[in-house]
């Protein structure tokens, strides 16, 4: 019993991290971004410059926390996109037929493509911009959420008290706002923040492959890969990127996996 | 007799919602390339090309027929095992796949072969003693490894075993293989890279089966029959788990598709994803659509043989 | 004193959110050899944990704290689980509530059945099923010899139960626990698994531990009963004690509640006017499932030309088992399911199939409450919220008045006011089927189709329930459609009877000739098969009508019952659908002359 506790205040630490970063990190940031600072290039930690300089001879630190902002904020907004989207249409899917014969068909078209390389293709052909990857990052999640979404509606669909709504003459929207919608809150929330990691996933693969974010700018995704030369003698340019999120990616599944298995412990 | 009938026309049900999926991707795949746009004659022939030269390459490279006409000769060419010719080398496509795509095959199948049976052996091994010391440090490390990017997890392994250790080669070549010790020694890192990220995930899902199975009426009931653990799990647990562990190999299997890209890359291997990544930066749509169609075949083909086990293997869809 | 199975001092504890708490305390007992103890209560009695712990096994999340149990000399208490296994399915075998669920989906029935002899080495795989097949033949199971080669789904329900029975009984085992072996099954299978039960208990000399929480049915099988309630004996004695002398409060209550009910008062309702139409009438209804073939019929047809009148304030009872197509019948009347043919009238006006095409008043006038009150209340919205919806719907009431509404109705199904804010989870079942009502009655219909709403509850609760009904039927006039599988209680609550097989309609009758004068027979079977809380019933029972073995199905056209019925006539019965008999208080369909039934 104590141990997934432990577990949870590990994940939500390192949750609470990333995401304070994300939000205040730039602020923080003792250097500009693009400057660069020191006549060394791939410098160790310093009082000057706490996680070192980079291949360019930029501060580490000032880097990580923006591009732990792009990583969050890209990151979120297309888990936004895809958990939305996919969620209107697996609930729209749950209440009819033939919709739901035509949008699963649909769906099923995107998971076939292996995700890297559907952003491969669509990011060489559109040109690696922030909407661009949104959009690429969200089409590839949203088969997903559609998925869960649809899964779960029909669970709690088939219940009687679905039929006794429906009996009583309510509308389609009062049952999918009011009567399903609330028995789904939490599995949904459970799913988005799985969704996020692998958005994340993906988007800083995408940057290792030079599609992600386009300097001067960079994702932590886009340092691992701009520093990978000084991996060889252990420089922190490129470790602390990498530390910065993976404990984002941990922490997120971490914590989701002690909530939703202590959820099902006690039930 | 009916049973079977029942049974082969659910198989036939399956494989033909794969193979109309797989026309569908096609469409997909030809419309993005359209969307990828530019216009493949000049490319070939520069800026400096004259109008003539720039029909005549087009005309016979058939770009001037309309999009729908261009889309059936692609895929009939595809049918009969004919790709077209690359824009960038002027080689046919085939030719240029074949050895890559056997060179990407014998990764894959490695990456398999290892993951496969260590990660159904942890994934089993984590349901029986779930709740457990071991199940916990399953738990934790598959969590930790699934959050972590491929590409990272190849890094920090030529960091240390290549970089470090000296024990591995740092780059993938497969010219100078020519003794198994060497193939092992060339395989070593890129296969552990692949199979990390499919072992975490098929353990997971492996692992949730069991339980799922382990939970039910059924295996207690046998285990008030005074039924040994070994059978309780081999005998009882492990056919229902059959169908979902069929499907989390399928899923992780796939997942490698994606994770090959990043790793061919990374140690500069010579194989179809690769190749990829390549026409995509020269813009080689030919080349592009055709591996896009065997990565989305592949996804089909372990997925549709997923479900078809799940089918075989239960006998409330067997006796009907 | 030769006891075989000695529990001293049984403690066991459930660990739940961290803290322990106690879930059976203090039990003693003693069951002897060749007898069959009967341990009975309601849900949360502890009656399975305690039975279990007799296999040396608790349930996960439960944990044997304390006290001594001895089984034919083993003392269960001080072993480790590899020892347990030896004695597991050896000395001690368990049948589950539910075979269904117990029997592994993927392997043969034989494969399962044999398999305690094989674990524990007591035979070779061929003396096994031979032994099998003994017991299948005794065990009164068709096809003796080929019934193993099947895999589980390809078995029915009563059949699966008499094979686990054989399961637990292949290796001679000292002690076997029946835990709530009939539950699950309908009335008329329940008998024949009960009397191939008994007849193996007796013949082979079993000792038996029975849970149960049918007083009934434990008459029938038990020597000795215990009384259980909250995890402690309340009482224990010889089983005719128990049932005619009970001691104990809580005793009494349980005999009181399984005794038959006395029928309801007739409620005095104002004589029809002259030609006043009746509140709900069904004509010649047909409904299914798949396409309809060339006669406008469904492939899978439910329901076959089913009809019936509700008049204003009286009450319908449906009876049927499982497969009857009675909750289908709710299920057309409630919109939720177009019929194929026929019509329903609300008030003397053709009601719409579907529910988008009913008005509004409509919809209020009839209300459906459902058997399972976890299912049909919803979890995430409070429980006023859940009430107070009907009334805004249909009535627009809003805010303070909505509220004292909603305070009002819950005064009316009996519960504090102070519960509207709270979720289902919190309730206990008698509570969520009260506020199931509720939400019925907020609509303030004319008609409630209510679905087993008391099957899921336990004796003592279920009755209380159905006085609520019986008081809400004369404080508001309002009339049921009250649909189960028991007759008993359809006896004591329904003005009128309507018997279902196969989505025919066997019998129409007035609720008070049940019992007397010329029936269906099915209608008899059913009766006949209500366990009486009187030991040696299950040996009197149903003789005269006994089902003739090996009869085929009778064609699409003949008569529903025909392969199960004592009085069929095959050459007419299978072939031609039955005409109704008319007397003056029943509808009978059946081939047979009146007299005959």
């Avoid at chain 1, 029909?154 to 919608?181: C, H, M, P, Q």
């Avoid at chain 1, 028995?183 to 990691?197: E, S």
């Avoid at chain 2, 024990?167 to 395989?187: G, H, N």
């Amino acid at each position: 019993m104590r141990r997934p506790r432990i577990a949870l205040a590990v994940g939500a630490t390192l949750v609470g991290a990333a995401l304070l970063s994300a939000l205040v990190g730039p602020l923080l940031a003792p250097h500009s971004i693009g400057a660069v600072v020191d006549l060394d290039v791939f410098s160790p930690s310093s009082a000057a410059f706490p996680l070192g300089t980079d291949y360019l001879g930029r501060d580490v630190l000032s880097r990580v926390l923006t591009a732990t902002r792009y990583t969050v904020f890209i990151s979120f907004v297309a888990t936004m996109i895809a958990a939305s989207v996919g969620i209107f249409f697996g609930l729209a899917a749950a209440s009819g037929s033939w919709l739901d014969m035509v949008l699963s068909r649909l769906f099923d078209i995107v998971i076939a493509i292996p995700s890297l390389m559907f952003g491969l293709v669509v990011i060489t052909s559109l040109g690696a911009s922030i909407p661009v990857l949104i959009g690429t990052l969200a089409v590839v999640y949203t088969p997903g959420a559609f998925r869960t979404a649809r899964a779960l509606a029909l669970n709690v669909a088939a219940l009687d008290f679905i039929t006794v709504a429906r009996s009583r003459g309510e509308g389609l929207s009062y049952i999918v706002l009011r009567e399903i919608l609330p028995n789904l809150i939490g599995p949904l929330a459970a799913d988005f923040g799985l969704r996020f990691v692998f958005v994340a996933l993906l988007l800083s693969g995408l940057s290792f492959l030079g599609l992600g974010v386009q300097p001067p700018y960079a994702d932590l995704g886009a340092l691992v890969r701009e520093n990978i030369a000084g991996l060889g003698f252990g420089a922190p340019a490129v470790l602390f990127p990498a530390l910065a999120l993976a404990s984002l990616t941990v922490g997120l599944n971490l914590t989701i996996d002690t909530l939703t298995g202590g959820r099902k412990a006690t039930r | 007799m009916t049973a079977s009938l029942w049974v082969t026309r659910l198989i036939a049900g399956r494989i033909a919602s794969a193979v109309f999926t797989l026309f569908l991707v096609s469409l997909a795949v030809f419309a993005v390339s359209l969307l990828m746009g530019g216009d493949a004659a000049e490319a070939i022939l520069g800026q400096s090309a004259t109008p003539e030269a720039l029909a005549g390459l087009r005309a016979s490279m058939h770009l001037d027929q309309p999009a729908p006409q261009r889309y059936l000769g692609w895929l009939i060419g595809l049918l009969h095992g004919d790709p077209g010719t690359s824009l960038v080398t002027g080689r046919p496509i085939g030719g240029m796949i074949a050895p890559r795509l056997a060179n990407s095959l014998l990764l894959a199948g490695l990456t398999a072969l290892v993951s496969v049976p260590v990660a159904l052996t942890l994934g089993i091994l984590a349901a029986v003693k779930r709740g457990g010391t071991f199940d916990r440090v399953v738990g934790i490390a598959t969590i930790g490894i699934v959050s972590v990017p491929e590409f990272l997890i190849a890094t920090v392994a030529v960091l240390i075993f290549a970089v470090t250790l000296h024990w591995l080669p740092a780059l993938s070549s497969l010219r100078d293989v020519d003794s198994i010790y060497e193939l092992l020694r060339v395989f070593a890192l890129p296969v552990m890279s692949l199979a990390c990220v499919t072992v975490a995930q098929m353990i997971r899902m492996t692992r949730a089966a069991v339980c799922d199975a382990l939970t039910s009426s059924y295996v207690e009931a046998a285990r008030l029959k005074g039924v040994p653990p070994r059978r309780l799990v081999l005998g009882h647990a492990l056919p229902n788990a059959i169908g979902p562990i069929a499907n989390a190999v399928a899923l992780s299997l796939s997942a490698l598709l994606g994770g090959v890209i990043v790793i061919e890359v990374i140690f500069n291997y010579p194989g179809v994803a690769r190749l990829m990544v390549d026409a995509v930066a020269t813009r080689d749509m030919p080349l592009v659509q055709t591996v896009a169609m065997i990565f989305s075949a592949s996804y089909l083909v372990l997925v549709t043989t997923a479900d078809i086990v799940a089918i075989l293997a239960n006998p409330r869809l067997r006796h009907q | 004193m030769t006891a075989l199975v000695r529990l001293s001092g049984l403690q066991i504890a459930a660990c739940k959110d961290g803290g322990v708490t106690s879930i059976v305390r203090d039990i003693d007992l003693c069951v002897e050899a060749g007898e069959v103890l009967a341990l009975i209560g309601e849900s949360g009695s502890g009656k399975t944990t305690i039975a279990l712990a007799l296999l040396g096994y608790a349930r996960p999340g439960c944990r044997i704290t304390g006290g001594e149990i001895e089984v034919a000399g083993h003392r269960i208490d001080r072993m480790d689980e590899a020892a347990l296994r030896t004695l597991r399915g050896r000395v001690v075998a368990y049948v589950a509530q539910s075979a269904a669920a117990a029997f592994n989906p993927m392997l043969t029935i034989m494969r399962q059945v044999i398999e305690p002899a094989l674990v524990h080495g007591l035979m070779d795989r061929a003396a096994a099923e031979t032994k099998a097949r003994g017991l299948f033949r005794a065990l009164a199971l068709p096809d003796p010899d080929t019934v193993g080669d099947r895999y589980p789904h390809q078995v029915s329900g009563g059949q699966l139960q008499r094979l686990m029975a054989a399961m637990a009984l292949i290796t001679d085992p000292a002690l076997v626990i029946f835990d709530e072996p009939t539950t699950a099954l309908d009335v008329t299978t329940q008998i024949e698994v009960l009397k191939a039960f008994k007849t193996v208990v007796r013949d082979l000399g079993t000792t038996a531990v029975y849970v149960s929480h049918d007083l009934a049915v434990v008459a029938q099988i038990a020597d000795r009963i215990c009384v259980l309630r909250g995890g402690t004996v309340q009482e224990q004695g010889k089983a005719d004690q128990i049932l005619h002398a009970p001691a104990h409060a809580y005793s009494r209550a349980l005999v009181g509640a399984a005794a038959p009910r006395v029928p309801a008062e007739p409620i005095a309702m104002p004589p029809p006017a002259p030609g006043e139409a009746p509140l709900l009438e069904l004509r010649d209804i047909v409904a299914g499932y798949g396409g309809l073939d060339a006669n406008g019929r469904p492939k899978a047809c439910i329901l076959d030309k089913v009809s019936l009148t509700i008049r204003r304030g009286r009450t319908l009872g449906v009876i049927g088992e499982s497969g009857s197509g009675k909750s289908t019948l709710a299920r057309v009347v409630a919109g939720l399911h177009s019929a194929a043919q026929g019509y329903v009238n609300l008030n003397g006006v053709p009601l719409a199939s579907r529910i988008a095409d009913r008005s509004r008043e409509d919809l209020r006038r009839v209300q459906l409450v459902f058997q399972n009150a976890d299912t049909a209340l919803n979890p995430a919205m409070r429980v006023g919220q859940t009430v107070g919806r009907p009334l805004t719907f249909f009535h627009g009431l809003r805010g303070r008045t909505r509220a004292a509404e909603v305070a009002r109705l819950f005064d009316l199904v009996r519960l504090p006011a102070a519960i509207a804010d709270r979720l289902p989870g919190e309730l206990s079942g008698g509570q969520k089927q009260r506020v199931n009502l509720a939400r019925a009655l907020a609509a303030r219909p004319d008609l409630l189709l209510c679905d087993e709403v008391t099957s899921a509850l336990d004796p003592v609760v279920a009755e209380a329930v159905l006085d609520l009904l019986v008081d809400l039927r004369r404080e508001l006039g309002v009339a049921y459609m009250f649909i189960t599988h028991d007759i008993e209680r359809v006896r004591a609550i329904a003005d009128d009877v309507m018997v279902l097989y196969g989505g025919c309609q066997m019998e129409l009758a007035d609720a008070r000739a049940l019992g007397s004068g010329p029936h269906h027979p099915y209608s008899r079977l059913l009766m006949a098969s209500v366990p009486h809380l009187k030991a040696g019933w299950l040996e009197t029972t149903m003789d005269p009508f006994a089902p003739v073995p090996g009869q085929a199905g009778a064609t699409a056209d003949g008569c529903r019952f025909f392969s199960r019925c004592a009085l069929a006539m095959p050459g007419t019965c299978d072939l031609v659908r039955p005409a109704s008999l008319v007397a003056d208080d029943r509808l009978i369909a059946c081939h047979r002359e009146l007299a005959e039934l």
